[in-house]
């Protein structure tokens, strides 16, 4: 017996210095956000579908396309500033920011709730997160920076927790306003949290106190301009994206009960599981060696508290999916509501024995990740490959005068206006460049956006490999219009 558990002590190893690990984590994720950055930049000097939705959208307006708030848009055009109107530079620098201020957040607001060993855990459980260890990793834009304003709710709460008074009360008000000003569907999370803190008596004193005004009064002043300009908006400009919910998903037809959103309840289902379902069995299982299994971190009500935000959530959302008939819920759309799911999964299920395994696998995880991301952009065929530089090196050669580049795919059309430095608006002349892929050429935007125009020259076609190791080769073609076409203008393809 004695032998035995000298075997298992070599086995586990000593024990885990979690506030050494503390100590260490805010240093390894800036090294490890740095490092995305740079791999961004290495891989690919174009923009891929979710990068491109920002050329010719950030004018600093109220509100923008896809029904989206302002701020990541502003966020983007302040980087833009920084960088000289580096696109990909910039893109990159606001998306993997806020995923180590996520990760940040996560870690800081754990560990001040519940210790040293539930700041590691939270960050040990977002690597089983896919939503955050694969996809925010190389694409998302508004889903990342909303749920960095769900998690800094919590982050404000545990600041008041500990006493931070006025100070809390601002950051509480701070991040209820970077919410509403990202995503509109940040408002279930919100309503959901406070919630269930009024349900939880302890809470309910912390937080519903005469400082709660504080919080009210900056999320007011700074959402009341977007508000208002939502209102004077036509409704498909700030809820067109509920449309999306009513896509019908192919496998869950035969579950589709008219009037009820039956099968939405399944889609929700599945894209719940998918967020968090990994973390948790993973979770489960790396407690199982332990015995007696440590008792949860920090405060019941806390993590009642998480809990019921989720739980609150999610029954709201299932309402509307089951009374408004949706049958789609990507698995974006559960970003705010499972937002607080590392830090809970921290204080409800601390490891002992299996902490080291744990923490061996996440760490892998946050690795292969990037590795995985490198290999697909290197040898396969991401659109962010396309040969974008040749296409805009083409139309430049063919006419140099600045015009609208308009296509049939949004990241086509953005990538070449942003090569050419062209304005995505209409230029005086009112000249359209029109771009598509092979030989479907766009006849829809074709008759919508180049009504009253004439062309100019031949259709041109550009065939290139792609930007990578592939070695594909992709064509592109383009036709310019003007409403004042010029005489003698040369044209070249590529």
Not at 155 to 177: I, K, N, P, S, V
Not at 272 to 301: K, M, Q, S, V
Not at 397 to 416: F, G, H, K, M, Y
């Amino acid at each position: 017996m004695l032998r035995r558990n000298i075997d298992l002590a070599w086995l586990d190893g000593p024990p885990i210095k979690w506030t050494k690990l503390a100590q260490r984590a805010p240093k390894a994720i800036i090294v490890y956000i740095t490092a995305l950055i740079i791999l961004r930049l290495f891989l690919s000097r174009f923009l891929e579908i979710d990068e491109a939705q920002f050329v010719g959208q950030v004018d600093f307006g109220w509100n923008y396309g896809n029904s989206h708030p302002p701020l990541y848009n502003w966020l983007v055009r302040l980087a833009l500033e920084l960088t000289q109107w580096n696109w990909v530079f910039s893109v990159a620098l606001v998306r993997l920011s806020l995923l180590g201020l996520y990760h940040w957040l996560s870690f800081d607001a754990a560990r001040r709730l519940a210790g040293d060993r539930a700041g590691i855990l939270a960050l040990t459980a977002s690597a089983f997160l896919p939503q955050i260890v694969w996809m925010s990793i190389q694409t998302t834009a508004h889903t990342i920076l909303v749920m960095v304003a769900a998690v800094g709710i919590i982050h404000a709460y545990a600041l008041m927790r500990e006493g931070r008074g006025t100070a809390a009360f601002a950051w509480f008000g701070f991040w209820a306003a970077v919410g509403g000003l990202a995503k509109y569907n940040f408002f279930i999370f919100l309503v959901s949290f406070l919630l269930a803190a009024a349900w939880t008596p302890g809470i309910r004193r912390q937080l519903f106190r005469r400082q709660i005004w504080i919080s009210f009064a900056i999320f007011a002043v700074a959402f009341a301009p977007v508000a208002v300009a939502s209102l004077r908006a036509p409704l498909a400009a700030t809820a067109g994206r509920m449309e999306k919910l009513a896509h019908p998903v192919n496998y869950l037809q035969p579950l589709d009960v008219p009037h009820l959103g039956v099968d939405g309840l399944f889609s929700l289902s599945i894209s719940t599981f998918l967020w968090a379902g990994p973390a948790l069995i993973i979770f489960i299982i790396g407690r199982t060696r332990d015995h007696p299994r440590p008792a949860p971190d920090g405060d019941p009500e806390v993590r009642f508290l998480l809990l019921r935000t989720i739980l609150i959530g999610l029954v709201a959302f299932a309402g509307l999916i089951l009374v408004a008939d949706y049958h789609s819920v990507a698995e974006r759309y559960m970003a705010p509501i499972l937002a607080p799911t590392a830090i809970l999964l921290a204080l409800s299920l601390p490891q002992i024995l299996g902490a080291r395994n744990i923490l061996g696998i996440a760490g892998l995880a946050y690795i292969l990740a990037p590795v995985a991301v490198a290999v697909i952009a290197l040898f396969a065929t991401p659109r962010y490959t396309f040969p974008f530089d040749a296409v805009a090196q083409s139309i430049r050669a063919q006419n140099p005068a600045p015009a609208l580049i308009v296509s049939n795919r949004e990241d086509d059309a953005a990538n070449i206006a942003a090569l050419l430095r062209w304005p995505p608006e209409r230029g005086a002349a009112n000249d359209v460049v029109l771009v598509w892929q092979d030989e479907n050429r766009p006849t829809d935007v074709e008759n919508d956006l180049t009504a009253g125009l004439l062309p100019v020259g031949p259709t041109v076609r550009v065939t290139a490999p792609l930007r990578n190791y592939n070695g594909k080769l992709r064509t592109f073609n383009f036709q310019r219009y003007s409403s004042a076409p010029p005489t003698g203008v040369p044209n070249s393809g590529g």
